[in-house]
């Protein structure tokens, strides 16, 4: 019985892992790899969400912000509010600043 317990704690935490913020659900995730980081990134008016997948080796966190930059600018066309860009190596929000149509 333990052993069947922790198996369900383990696909319910593994299937939290790139679920998206309840604002984002329902929209569609670009896949985007920026310098051997891939993230998932979900753009909403003028937010965007950049959820990173795999494994990047701890000395490589500090960049981890800036690669995300680079893909929510990627997937949307759109600059990111340097100012705006919040979040730990797995998950970063920032807001997008597009041109007026």
């Known amino acids: 019985m333990r052993q069947i317990l922790l198996g369900l704690f383990g696909v319910l935490l593994i299937a939290g892992c790139d679920s998206p913020h309840p604002k984002m659900m329902g929209v569609k995730a670009q896949e985007i790899t920026v310098e051997g980081s891939t993230f998932r990134v979900r753009t909403k008016g003028e937010i965007a969400e950049a959820i990173r997948v795999g494994f990047v080796p701890f000395s490589e966190h500090a960049q981890i912000p800036m690669r995300a930059v680079v ?20 998950l970063i929000v920032a807001r997008l600043k597009c041109p007026k149509s």
Do not use: N
Request: one cysteine or more; a negative charge; hydrophobic letters at 30%.
């Open 71 to 90: 893909a929510m600018e990627e997937a949307s066309g759109c600059d990111v509010d340097q100012r705006s860009v919040k979040g730990d190596p797995a």
